[in-house]
C-alpha cells in the first residue's frame, strides 16, 4: 500500500476495512516521514516510540470495531501547541517549557484515535512568515528546495505536501495556515475566532489566533476540523457541519463576491490570470459573480502593531527578555515595546471598521462568500525573509505588505479556507481563498470543496531526491536593510493614528 499518497479518508476506510492496521501504517509513515526529514527539515520533534504505544492500543480497538473517528491515523502537530510531558521551544533557543497539560484542540485529536508521531517545525515564536530558526534550521519547500514553505505553520505544510501524513494542526494568527497552504499546494483552513478550543495554550496573540486543519483535500480538512470544532455560545459550529453534510449546497444559483486584489493588494500577473480563470469556471457553472471588495486599505499596520504590541507585553516579564533571540525577533521585540498604548487602542478600535467594511460588503449584495487570492506571489527563495517583488511593488519596510489578503480574516474572526488553484509561471503552486462571515466555517468549506473540484487539483510535488539539497544555512538578509527600522515604524505612526481620526503629536 503506497499510503503516502491517499488521503486521510481513504486511510481511515482501510483501517477500517482491516486492510492495514494502525501499527503498519504507522511504520509506514515513519519511513516516508524520515525521508521527508531529511530531504525538507519538517520535524522539530519526532515522537515514534510515543506514537507505537498509541498505535498498538488503536489496533486493539479497530479489532473491536471500536474507536474514534480518526482511530489509527498518523498526524502531526505544531511545535507551538502543548503537548503534555513533551519539551516546547516555540521554535526559539530560549524555549524550554515542558507543558504538564496537552492543548484542547490536540487533546480532542487524540481522544479520536489520532496518533501524533512528530510535532512540526515553526520560526521563533512563529512570528514570520518563512520557517527558519536557528534552532530546527530551514525548512524547504516539497515543490522546490531552493524556495520557503512559508510559514509560521510551515513544518506542517512540508510534511502534508511531501505526504508525511495525511493531517497537520496548524495555527494561523496572520495567515500561519494559509501562507505555507499556498506555497506548498496543500489546503489549509482557518476556522472563525474560538471554533477550535485551544487553551491551554502560549498566551499571545490570544485575540487573533485559531488553530485549524492542514490537508491535501478540503474534505480531509473538514474531517479534521469536525473533530477539534466545538459549539459555543456564539455559534453551533458542530451542529452546523452536520446540517450541511446532510444538506449540501449546491453550486448553481450561489452568489459570491469576488476580487482579485482588494484593489490595494499588490499581485503577480501569473496569480491575476490564473484567479480570473478560476472565476470564468465558476461562472459558467452556474455561479453569480459580483465583483466587490470592503474598499479598505491594507489592515497591515492595525495587525503589526496589535501583533507585536501584544507579543512584548508577554515577554518583557522575563528576566532577561531579550537575551538568546534572533535578530528577526529581536527587531518585532523591539518595535512592540516602542507601541504606545494609544497607538495600540488605534489598532484596536481599527478593527470594528474592518468588521464593519465586511459586513457592509456582504450585506449590500445579500452574500455570505468572498473569494480572493490567498497570496499574490509564488514562494520565494528561502533565503530571503520576504519577497523583494510582489507584481511591481517593491516590499519593503516598515510593513512588508506582502500578505495583504490575509490579516482581516485574524482581526474581526472570519473563516478563511485556502486551496490550490494551479501553478504559476515557475511551477509552484498558486492559492486562493475563501472567506465567510464568522461563524460560516461549514459554508466556507462546503464552498471551498465546489471549488476544488472545478479546479480539479492532482499535482504532487515533484520527486526530488536526486537532486543536492538545499542550502539551509542562515538566511542572506540584508542587515543594512534592518538598520533603522523602529525609526521608520514611528515615523509611520501618524497613518496608524489616522485610522481613527486623529494625528501624531
Known amino acids: 500500500m503506497n499510503s503516502d499518497k491517499k488521503t486521510a479518508i481513504e486511510l481511515l476506510e482501510d483501517l477500517r476495512a482491516q486492510r492495514i492496521t494502525a501499527t503498519d501504517l504507522l511504520e509506514q509513515t515513519i519511513q ?81 484515535g489520532a496518533i501524533i508521531f512528530a510535532k512540526t517545525t515553526c520560526p521563533e515564536f512563529c512570528l514570520t ?79 487573533i489566533v485559531s488553530y485549524g486543519p492542514m490537508a491535501r483535500t478540503v474534505a480531509d480538512a473538514r474531517l479534521m476540523y469536525s473533530v477539534i470544532a466545538a459549539n459555543n455560545d456564539e455559534h453551533a459550529y458542530v451542529d452546523s457541519l452536520q446540517a450541511h453534510r446532510l444538506h449540501p449546497l449546491p453550486l448553481s444559483g450561489q452568489k459570491v463576491i469576488v476580487s482579485e486584489d482588494l484593489g490595494i493588494a499588490p499581485i503577480d500577473d501569473d496569480v491575476r490570470m490564473t484567479f480570473r480563470w478560476i472565476i470564468a469556471q465558476l ?94 506571489v509564488e514562494a520565494f527563495k528561502h533565503t530571503l525573509r520576504h519577497p523583494k517583488y510582489v507584481g511591481s511593488t517593491r516590499i519593503t519596510y516598515p510593513w512588508l505588505d506582502w500578505a495583504t489578503f490575509l490579516y482581516d480574516a485574524n482581526l474581526i474572526g472570519m473563516p478563511a479556507c485556502a486551496l490550490p488553484m494551479g501553478l504559476g509561471n515557475e511551477g509552484l503552486p498558486l492559492s486562493i481563498q475563501v472567506q465567510g462571515p464568522r461563524g460560516s466555517d461549514a459554508a466556507v468549506l462546503d464552498f471551498a470543496e465546489h471549488l476544488e473540484a472545478i479546479i480539479g487539483w492532482d499535482h504532487a510535488p515533484k520527486d526530488s531526491a536526486s537532486e543536492p539539497k538545499a542550502n539551509t544555512d542562515d538566511d542572506d538578509f540584508d542587515e543594512d536593510e534592518s538598520k533603522g527600522i523602529i525609526n521608520q515604524m514611528k515615523r509611520a505612526r501618524a497613518r496608524l493614528l489616522q485610522l481613527r481620526g486623529t494625528t501624531s503629536k
Open 32 to 112: 516516508h516521514a524520515e525521508y521527508v526529514a531529511e530531504t525538507y527539515n519538517p520535524f522539530s520533534v519526532k515522537l515514534y516510540d510515543r506514537a507505537r504505544q498509541a498505535a498498538a492500543k488503536a489496533d486493539e480497538l479497530l479489532a473491536q470495531g471500536l474507536g474514534g473517528p480518526l482511530c489509527g491515523l498518523p498526524i502531526t502537530i505544531k511545535e507551538s501547541q502543548w503537548l503534555a510531558g513533551i519539551p516546547l521551544a516555540n521554535g526559539s533557543r530560549t524555549g524550554d517549557m515542558i507543558p504538564q497539560e496537552t492543548s484542547a484542540a490536540v487533546q480532542r485529536l487524540e481522544d479520536a
Open 129 to 207: 512568515g518563512t520557517t527558519s530558526s536557528a534552532l530546527y534550521g530551514t525548512t524547504t519547500n516539497p515543490w522546490n528546495r531552493e524556495r520557503t514553505c512559508g510559514g509560521s505553520s510551515g513544518g506542517a505544510g512540508a510534511a502534508v505536501a511531501a505526504g508525511a501524513g495525511t493531517l497537520s494542526l496548524g495555527g494561523d494568527g496572520g495567515g500561519s495556515i494559509r501562507i505555507p497552504a499556498a506555497f506548498c499546494g496543500i489546503v489549509g483552513f482557518k476556522p472563525s475566532y474560538k471554533a477550535v478550543p485551544r487553551e491551554p495554550c502560549n498566551p499571545s496573540w490570544s485575540t
Open 283 to 376: 461562472q459558467e457553472a452556474g455561479v453569480e459573480i459580483i465583483h466587490d471588495h470592503p474598499h479598505l486599505p491594507s489592515s497591515v499596520i492595525a495587525w503589526a502593531t496589535s501583533a507585536m504590541y501584544d507579543t512584548w507585553s508577554f515577554q518583557k516579564d522575563k528576566e532577561n527578555p531579550l537575551d538568546g533571540l534572533e535578530q528577526g525577533t529581536l527587531d518585532s521585540m523591539n518595535f512592540g515595546a516602542s507601541i504606545t498604548e494609544e497607538e495600540f487602542n488605534a489598532a484596536e478600535d481599527h478593527r470594528e471598521a474592518i468588521h464593519a467594511a465586511y459586513k457592509a460588503m456582504f450585506d449590500r449584495h445579500n452574500c455570505s462568500t468572498f473569494i480572493t487570492p490567498t497570496l499574490g
